[in-house]
């Protein structure tokens, strides 16, 4: 890039999507992956991606292979999906289950803890305690996963923690089961596809199916272009909001706003929210997908409730099922989008939920998203593109995704 | 590149092929885009490509997404296909018909004038005013359309479009319809498109179609090489263009030689030149391919008119159609090459003409000339390459489109 | 890369795996086509790939396209595959027969000896003999082809030459045709597909075809971790090497290991190693898989006679045919394997031999090392890769594969 990093940071227009190097240039792409993905906590998965000991499930953060399994404990554990012997990739993508983790090049063999077992031929002075796989730094807040790729991972985690694990609890991740998991890749850098995530305000013109459960007026909205009649309503959705808000929490979940999405290196931000006619779930007929409840929940008309992360995850978790999203970049303009849905583990398919129902709401939006991603990329591709302005209403999860991320790496850039 | 571009460019042997990274150095590439198709006039198409008010037509110039349109009055302009809140591509690549132009990311609406008309929820310190579409510079002569992506682009179109009028009005091109438009791909750098098409050297070896209605005598000769039969013939040919002009010209068609290519920004050359046997058109018989004439001429035995433009264009005019390419960089190895096929707007299909017999001597050589390009391509990649001379007889333009190239980016390094 | 090829070469660990830029950097990648494949012999084929004068085949040494020809006396030439011209290739990829060389742009033609016959329309001042194909340094050792690119290749090959052909006449492989060709391409950087050829401690696990034949004891051991009776086993085989060297050198078969691997240019090692079972051949039954022997050979049970080249070979001579396997970088993490099978050129294809049955062995370990291969590529892509150690009792070859390019790599470096 003809510009540098570091002034192209210091020049970004508050308010204003970022500069065009910043979605398209390969020397920024490799800046991210190395201080964003390789620095913060990622999310990568759920406790249900590795129900028992011995299963093992292998994916790329950016050019990292790692692998997340099940240890003989029945603790999940990550590691660097790598032989210490010539860096053989260990585990194929994808999931599968194991004994020990055999490399099928010289069948250097490791124990689920990590430590090197066997390894024929080496010889005398070879010492197996120095070739054991690279951990890699793995926490679970109420059964999702996030891992860290440094030595070193940012410790305001614990916070993040600390306020998730009451919102989450009630729905019992930990005693789910996965009912679908959808790769998708969007042909488009991964801040499009954030900054696509952080914002509704393309929800009315471009996702009919998510629209029908969710308020149109949670989306924002500019006050001075409304009559008074449409005031009357964002009105009245405030207040159903706030009513929710003190229903539910009186129910033991908690549900208020919390937006710690800026000024430190875990950013986050959750609330529970109402939906609209049957106020179940996101279904295309807001009526719950699973007769079975989530943990020990009996009531179904529970909103969704939102639980966002810096950099790459967004989730719902809702009376009867969860969804969860987690967003990897493959390239600089691209990125993988694996969607999951979760129900209780004793729902039984065809019986308790039909899958179809389930997943109809966001496997369209995901294919609208991925369309509108695409058309993204295409247009800051053009040496005429200008960062524009977002809207102040509607757009300020995009613009606060945009700070954290110069944050994060201007902090990158100070070593 | 280890070398320079501007060493490159000063050591440039006259006479002989570029050096090998013109051809395939990825930074040359991103200097052409930059210096040739960002500054000069590029062809793009012709009025019939957008006939009615609302009809739209969307390409990319090297990275730049560009939309033409037909406006409400009548006329043709061209805009950034970018939304101008963030930066999503407006305009699908293709053809369609508009009203307005509506981003279908958030629903800004633009005029097909640019002005933005619409942006909800953008508060009330937004100025729309500021925010219309990006113009981009559009000429048209005798409704050939020209872009220049600069802002301030080259002055000495007045000059071509000047020279050029009086050649092409006869062939009425606002009056015509596109009767079919091929793209195909070349794996081969753009310059080697076009150094492919500014010589007929390679015509009688490798297009048995062409050579059909073109002399050969046309394509320049040694004449030390040549036995006085050879030499009569040479003549002769000599004399029916000398004659054809004489003709032509006493007809109101103006035919002679005209040769800018060098020396200026925007270069050009023009003449018409009789064509074999039937001597009407460029098809398999030399006969017109269209019943119905183009414009208000009544004799189909015009021959062609040739109108070649640096750097992208080339374009042939019949008395019953036209034929007009459009070379387009798509990567370093990689050129689009559009070919548009005209006649008379109120000629028939199937009864006036028959399109594949209008289009059969063009398809063909396109393939040809395309298998041609990508062996170049394939041969000029290896490190033993060395410019070699080109012929002082035969490959006269091909000189002078090197010649243009090298002024152009040395006065692009100038600044 | 982030670190200086000079300093990834000085610091480089002794008895370990290469760093990640070795493998994975396109710049690396350059400098080993440039001081490795441009400057060293090459192998690229054999004999009978070209068995009558027009024969030629074409193929590519990283970005060079080379030609390699008889000629008209019955010699092998090469000549670089682009025209003197305008540099479009000459020949297409693969093989042919020729009476001249045409390009097929323009029409100039070369002699099988590369001199220029025709050229049109240059005019009077052009020097047809300034404009032959540019001659490649070629080398035949017993019928193996090996060109080099340099001016002024390495003069130890005449060493390399006197020591194997002894070895080789034998088995007369310019009395062979080929019975089979099979390319493949491996996903991984070429020094990997090097390296996985320079050790066996892999077969056991992942090549149950090739062990047949092959003794385990020859794939070298760590003592210290045998019992008595494996130890017993290990002596037995070291018996049969010795004896089987003094029978073969004995019947005129020069047999006894040579190996010169490092501190050459010309790196090579040459051993005849029994095989087990019936020790005739690499089938799966380890008998000989044509009936016809090769040359006047009587003795089907000659083992196997092995040649390894740096940077790019490995063959194995039998009885009853020969296996030759040339690799040729691709990409940073592609390579080609051309394997060819070859048998007496009087042997008789359904009768004298099954090619099915002649290539089982090699076809099916190809694919498994194409597998093994590309988990190295995938694995060394890790920023969390670090070189391990190779095993003292098994990878000695891969070291000195090692050593020999990190020599080489540094005398390129020192001009």
Not at 114 to 137: Q, W
Not at 207 to 214: I, K, R
Not at 346 to 360: C, F, K, M, Q, R
Not at 391 to 408: A, I, K, N
């Amino acid at each position: 890039m003809s510009d540098t990093l570091p002034s192209l940071i210091l020049r970004r227009r508050p308010g204003h999507s970022l500069e065009r190097p910043f979605y398209t240039d390969d020397a920024v792409y490799r800046a991210d992956l190395d201080m964003i993905f390789a620095r913060h906590w990622i999310f990568v998965g759920q406790e249900p991606d590795v129900p028992q000991p011995g299963d093992v499930m292998a994916l790329h953060i950016g050019e990292a292979p790692v692998l997340i399994l099940r240890d003989d404990d029945g603790g999940v554990r990550a590691f660097h999906n790598v032989c210490r012997h010539r860096g053989a990739q260990l585990v194929p993508e994808g999931k599968g289950g194991v004994g020990n983790l055999v490399c099928r090049y010289h069948t250097w063999t490791y124990g689920l803890d990590g430590k090197l077992l066997f390894a024929d031929h080496m010889g005398d002075g070879f010492e197996a305690a120095c070739h054991g796989l690279k951990p890699v730094a793995l926490r679970s807040v109420a059964g999702l996963l996030f891992v860290c790729l440094a030595d070193d991972p940012p410790t305001d985690f614990d916070d993040m923690a600390a306020v998730m694990e009451p919102y989450l609890r009630p729905h019992a991740l930990a005693e789910t089961k996965i009912a679908r998991q959808i790769d998708l890749v969007e042909q488009g850098n991964w801040k499009l596809t954030m900054e696509n995530n952080r914002e509704c305000y393309h929800c009315a013109g471009c996702h009919p199916e998510l629209t029908v459960p969710l308020f149109a007026y949670g989306f924002g909205f500019a006050p001075g272009q409304m009559d008074e009649a449409e005031l009357a309503q964002a009105t009245r959705y405030d207040e159903l909001v706030r009513g929710s808000h003190a229903r539910w929490e009186q129910q033991g979940l908690p549900s208020r706003l919390v937006d710690r999405l800026t000024g430190r290196a875990t950013g986050f931000r959750t609330e529970r929210l109402p939906l609209d006619q049957a106020g179940e779930s996101h279904t295309t007929d807001t009526r719950a997908a699973c007769r079975r409840l989530l943990g020990q929940l009996t009531d179904a008309k529970l909103g969704g409730l939102s639980f966002w992360t810096q950099p790459n995850s967004w989730h719902h978790f809702m009376g009867d099922h969860a969804v969860t999203f987690c967003a990897l970049p493959l390239d600089t303009d691209r990125t993988l989008l694996r969607t999951t849905w979760l129900v209780h583990k004793d729902a039984v398919e065809g019986v308790d939920y039909d899958p179809t129902n389930l997943t109809a709401v966001w496997e369209a939006t995901n294919r609208q998203d991925a369309d509108l991603v695409a058309i993204a990329q295409a247009g800051v591709r053009s040496p005429a593109y200008e960062p524009g302005p977002y809207s102040p209403h509607t757009e300020g999860l995009v613009e606060q995704f945009c700070e954290w991320y110069l944050e994060r790496m201007a902090a990158g850039l100070r070593g």
